[in-house]
Nanobody, 127 residues
Framework: VQLQASGGGLVQAGGSLRLSCAASGFSVDDYAIAWFRQAPGKEREGVSRINLKDGNSHYAVSVKGRFTISLDDAKTTVYLQMHSLTLDDTAVYYC?????????????????????WGQGTQVTVSS
């Protein structure tokens, strides 16, 4: 199983970035992919999550309306389109894979419960 995150960079406040997570080695019917972020001195935070089979998605309150998670047609790449970036969005962003769960708040699943992780990609928002 491999998850490869990319697309981070330096952007001014108010700008946009698109992150990509290339996924391989597991069944798309069984898994969801989430984006987490971790800022210095803070806990890892779930940002958004999408089921690979049906595209059902969830967002953290802090990013809802600004970030959009999506899948490519082959269901091998998950994107996180980020708009209206603020200084608070500065963090290392990670993608991770978890079995699909029939729960109301899948973003509440603890990072330790995820099966697979990609390497992080740094997003820095400047003023």
């Amino acid at each position: 199983v491999q998850l490869q995150a990319s697309g981070g960079g330096l952007v001014q406040a108010g700008g946009s970035l698109r992150l990509s997570c290339a996924a391989s080695g597991f069944s798309v019917d069984d898994y969801a992919i989430a984006w987490f972020r971790q800022a210095p001195g803070k806990e890892r935070e779930g940002v958004s999550r999408i089921n690979l089979k049906d595209g059902n998605s969830h967002y953290a309150v802090s990013v809802k309306g600004r970030f959009t998670i999506s899948l490519d047609d082959a269901k091998t790449t998950v994107y996180l389109q980020m708009h209206s970036l603020t200084l608070d969005d500065t963090a290392v962003y990670y993608c991770a894979a978890d079995k699909v769960r029939a729960i109301l708040q899948p973003l509440a699943v603890a990072p330790s419960d995820y099966d697979y992780w990609g390497q992080g990609t740094q997003v820095t928002v400047s003023s």
